[in-house]
T-cell receptor, first 112, second 108 residues
């Protein structure tokens, strides 16, 4: 079984649309993250949730809204998609705020 | 300047060579991670360490807290080791800050 799973793996959409990426972890971890990997392959944190509570919001536009219905899920909703949102988005989880991170396989978002 | 710097950015070697990838950081950390990103894009956590040395198979990771430096070594390298290796530090207790990655290519 996949420990951290994201869906979809690929997402192609037009500018202005609203889309969601789902993430689920079956590791029993308390902490979940969303990271963005840009075209230069540089990873940067976007959000961190611990026990369903938002811990980190790293100067991400308001168009990005994470939702954590329970500890095992952290979904990412993006409104009014822009060309610059094209990237690979990685979900990850860790036992707690200090633990080793386990990553999902990534979602490649292409905005056209 | 990024808080986490890796060197080299690109490394090409022949199968069997001993590989070293370096990571220097400028912030206080609670732990350092080494990650491997496969050509297909998936990311795997290799090590998490806060002191000393860890070994897993042909991989060895070391960290020197005083010098704010870590190294990842690969012994008897193999083409399947070809990947991007990413150093990340946990700054405080809250977030991972990533290096820019080292692209390793091992030729047969």
């Amino acid at each position: 079984d996949t420990a951290v799973s994201q869906t979809p793996k690929y997402l192609v959409t037009q500018m202005g649309n609203d889309k969601s990426i789902k993430c689920e972890q079956n590791l029993g971890h308390d902490t979940m993250y969303w990271y963005k990997q840009d075209s230069k392959k540089f990873l940067k944190i976007m959000f961190s949730y611990n026990n369903k509570e938002l811990i980190i919001n790293e100067t991400v536009p308001n168009r990005f809204s994470p939702k954590s219905p329970d500890k095992a899920h952290l979904n990412l909703h993006i409104n009014s998609l822009e060309l610059g949102d094209s990237a690979v988005y990685f979900c990850a989880s860790s036992q707690d705020l200090r633990g080793r991170a386990f990553f999902g396989q990534g979602t490649r978002l292409t905005v056209v | 300047k990024n808080e986490v710097e890796q060197s080299p950015q690109n490394l090409t070697a022949q199968e069997g060579e001993f590989i070293t990838i370096n990571c220097s950081y400028s912030v206080g950390i609670s732990a350092l991670h080494w990650l491997q990103q496969h050509p297909g894009g998936g990311i795997v956590s290799l090590f998490m360490l806060s002191s000393g040395k860890k070994k897993h198979g042909r991989l060895i990771a070391t960290i020197n807290i005083q010098e704010k430096h870590s190294s990842l070594h690969i012994t008897a390298s193999h083409p399947r080791d070809s990947a991007v290796y990413i150093c990340a530090v946990r700054a405080g207790a809250q977030k991972l800050v990533f290096g820019q990655g080292t692209r390793l290519t091992i030729n047969p």
